[in-house]
């Protein structure tokens, strides 16, 4: 089993365009998408919680009536003593480095009084109720749990809701005891695009919530989508991506191996390497045609690989830095003698692991950076999820009656140059001697 990567050269005349087709990964939504997430949507809204039972009980297969949407304490409390002592170990190692590296994060309301009486400044608050949902069924992500609910309550907020789909009412013991560990106030048994609907609209089993963060399928994406403006949302997260900048310093074997870690997650998933080298290209290539048969995914590592992997050889440090720019990674691992000096230079990626001991997949867990990242190319304008994603912003103002005459003259004059009247005289009555 291998698989030969696609080569991109910056050289040739049409590098930019096979560069934005390797990039352009954007998933056609299936047909009737849109439309199926509306009905459901408008299914909760209107009928509350006879909606999420009848739609648990079709894809969930449990009787909710018997047993309820609502996990009790007790069974969290259970879940924290089945799991292995080196799983608590782990979730308790990761819950603290998280929970460190996002305490750095919070910020503190400011303000400043001019000469002349008048205040200004800025209140900052947590938000009072969040949504988190974890994907569930097959997959077991207690790692999304603390990633997403510990900069939430290290913001301060109030509740924190958590809805996850369970497959005959049962949880994975995993994911509720690292929701125990991360301070997650209430879990509900519920999934799929009518979980997304009753936390942002409520029902009355679940309370609704001011902002939805957390991964999920086409169907949650699109929900959290269409309930926009109605609360807050994360971010819609694309496909997976790492791009690892390697030279002749780090071992082929390693690079190739995080190009898996990135490739295992599903078959559009992306993994690009990027080099000054024909020979590191080779090499890698070589440690690919050689590891790949003795992976446990070998499958969706080689179809991912082929579909959307890549090689790309650039002719200069400029290059490097360039192209790793526009490709904007959700992921950017650096492997070269001059690491620190290039991630200083570039400037468009969710993360950055610096020097060849710094993989990925640590940041993935428990390095302490949050793993909720932009992806897409949209690193380009946005920001890891962190403690500012779950405080908001009010701006502050106290004009004195000095500071009212100088402000209101000036907003009278802007007012009457958009022939807002009313907002011209609201500020002229404020003027002790008015023209």
Avoid at 56 to 74: M, S, Y
């Amino acid at each position: 089993m291998n698989v030969m990567m696609k080569r991109l050269n910056f050289s040739e005349d049409d590098f930019a365009s096979k560069l934005n087709s390797l990039l352009n990964r954007d998933e056609t939504l299936e047909s009737g998408v849109e439309a199926l997430v509306a009905e459901v949507i408008g299914n909760v809204v209107e009928n509350g919680d006879k909606a999420l039972f009848d739609y648990t009980q079709k894809f969930d297969h449990f009787d909710v009536e018997a047993r309820g949407l609502e996990v009790r304490p007790a069974r969290m409390q259970q879940a924290l003593e089945n799991i292995q002592p080196k799983q608590r170990e782990a979730l308790e190692y990761a819950v603290q480095r998280v929970r460190a590296y996002h305490e750095k994060q919070i910020a503190e309301s400011w303000s400043y009084t001019e000469a002349d009486g008048t205040l200004l400044g800025q209140k900052v608050t947590p938000m009072k109720r969040v949504g988190l949902y974890v994907p569930g069924g097959k997959a077991t992500y207690p790692s999304s749990v603390i990633m997403n609910a510990v900069p939430a309550k290290v913001a301060g907020v109030k509740e924190l809701i958590m809805v996850s789909p369970t497959p005959n009412g049962e949880f994975n013991d995993m994911v509720l005891a690292a929701a125990l560990m991360s301070g997650v106030d209430r879990v509900f048994r519920i999934g799929g695009a009518q979980a997304i609907a009753a936390l942002a609209h409520g029902t009355k089993t679940i309370p609704p919530v001011d902002k939805i963060t957390g991964p999920g399928n086409i169907f949650v994406a699109t929900a959290k989508k269409q309930v926009f403006g109605k609360v807050g949302i994360d971010m819609i997260a694309g496909p997976s991506e790492v791009l690892v900048i390697a030279d002749e310093s780090v071992d082929s074997d390693w690079v190739a191996m995080d190009l898996f870690a990135q490739a295992e997650h599903d078959e559009i998933a992306q993994s690009i390497l990027l080099t000054q080298s024909e020979l590191v290209a080779e090499r890698v290539q070589q440690s690919i045609d050689k590891l790949l048969p003795t992976m446990e995914r070998a499958e969706i590592i080689q179809k991912s690989l082929k579909r959307n992997g890549a090689i790309v050889i650039a002719n200069s440090r400029d290059e490097v830095v360039s192209i790793a720019d526009d490709i904007a990674a959700e992921h950017l691992e650096i492997f070269t003698e001059d690491a620190d000096s290039l991630a200083n230079d570039i400037s468009n990626a969710g993360a950055i692991f610096i020097g060849p001991y710094s993989a990925e997949s640590l940041g993935d867990y428990c390095a302490g950076p949050n793993h909720v990242l932009p992806t897409a190319g949209a690193a380009r304008f946005s920001s890891p999820l962190g403690v500012y994603d779950f405080q908001k912003r009010t701006s502050m103002i106290k004009v004195s009656r000095a500071g009212a005459q100088s402000i209101g003259k000036h907003a009278s004059t802007l007012a009457r140059g958009e022939s807002l009247t009313a907002h011209a005289r609201s500020a002229e009555y404020r003027l002790d001697n008015t023209e």
